[in-house]
């Protein structure tokens, strides 16, 4: 699952013809090949693992989610819903339950290997990766897990789903944290559960969220892994080479939420779902590109180019997107990617500003432009004329896609 202002992006699905050469594509970064091989020189001695309790917070951090749970029940309430497909959701359930994933998670003495040779920047930036990754994981398993458990009653075939998907949500974490411990290192999920803030989103606010998290996380994934698979001398650590099957949950959660946001008109066919439809994507999209600039020498380890990679990755989402969401960003104009690298600008003076000894007062006020230039950058983003879209099911007779 992703974020939202971190609506934490993970990873997402295509036919066969979507499959490109991601090396030409994404801008290989030749020389950044260096930082990989030259991450394994010596490795270093094994410490005792540290019990990580927190990670650091910032705006970018991935979230917790709840929900009004009361509102959900009614939603899938059969006898209060017409709408919804419960032939659909059997379908889906079934697709669930094969749980072709099972026994795909298995890790091997490569893992520990790859990791003692990781050394120096690098090795820190890996570490991140699989923190952040492992928040997003588990946020996701906890809000799917409570969903499931409230749900049981008033609708058992959708309540099921959540909780199968509660189940690939944890099997994710577990690995991440699994490798953590590559890196003599645990997130203490248990002590997260408690500590951390959650986000509250009403339902129709969880619905574009988490399908937007699970699409972005599949294209994110599929892309890396045929990267790699192309380039095997940026296979800096062994699990890349689960991606391609991991991303596949990821789609079908996607899925999922899609039909459910089918089974909720009024979250699709009116101009208020329009402009929240934006305002999601341009969330995830926003918060995707600031998070993966900053961590630019994390994509150039494993031979990247950080911005035609995110690129690439918001415009095969925002595509798969336009098959259910009212109305998207056009993200295939030039303009689109020049404001984000505006905002990358302005998101880095409120980094430095923060990283000054100046008194609290005085940064408050140097921050000031740099605000009002990012305020003013989003609303230039969100202004621009959307390509309308969404399912055929919802959409007048005359309308179609245009890009």
Known sequence: MASSLDIAPKGLAGSSSTRVAVSSRFGLQRNASKVCMAAAGAAAPSPKKQQKKE????????????????EMERLFNVEINKNLNEAEFESLVA????????????????????????????????????ERSCTAEFSGFLLYKELGRRLKKTNPVVAEIFTLMSRDEARHAGFLNKGLSDFNLALDLGFLTKARKYTFFKPQFIFYATYLSEKIGYWRYISIFRHLKQNPEYQCYPIFKYFENWCQDENRHGDFFSALMKAQPQFLNDWKAKLWAR???????????????????????????????DMHVIVETNRTTARIFPAVLDVENPVFQERLDKLVVLNQQLIDI????????????????????????????????????????FAPPEAQIVY
């Open 55 to 70: 990670i650091d917070e910032t705006l970018l951090t991935p979230r917790f989610y709840t929900t009004d749970f009361d």
């Open 354 to 393: 923060g990283k000054t000894d100046a008194p609290a007062a005085l940064k408050a006020i140097q921050r000031v432009p740099a605000i009002l230039g990012f305020v003013s950058e989003i609303l230039a983003l969100y202004l621009m004329k959307p390509v309308d879209c969404g399912s055929l099911d």
């Open 279 to 309: 305002f999601f994507c341009l969330s995830v999209y926003v918060t995707m590109y600031l998070n993966d600039v900053q961590r630019t020498a994390f994509y150039e380890g494993i031979g990247l180019n950080t911005r035609d990679f």
């Open 95 to 130: 697709e669930f339950k094969a749980d072709y994933n099972q026994t795909h998670f298995v890790r091997n003495p490569e893992f520990k290997a790859a990791a003692d040779k990781l050394q120096g920047p690098l090795r820190q930036i890996f570490v991140e990766f699989l």
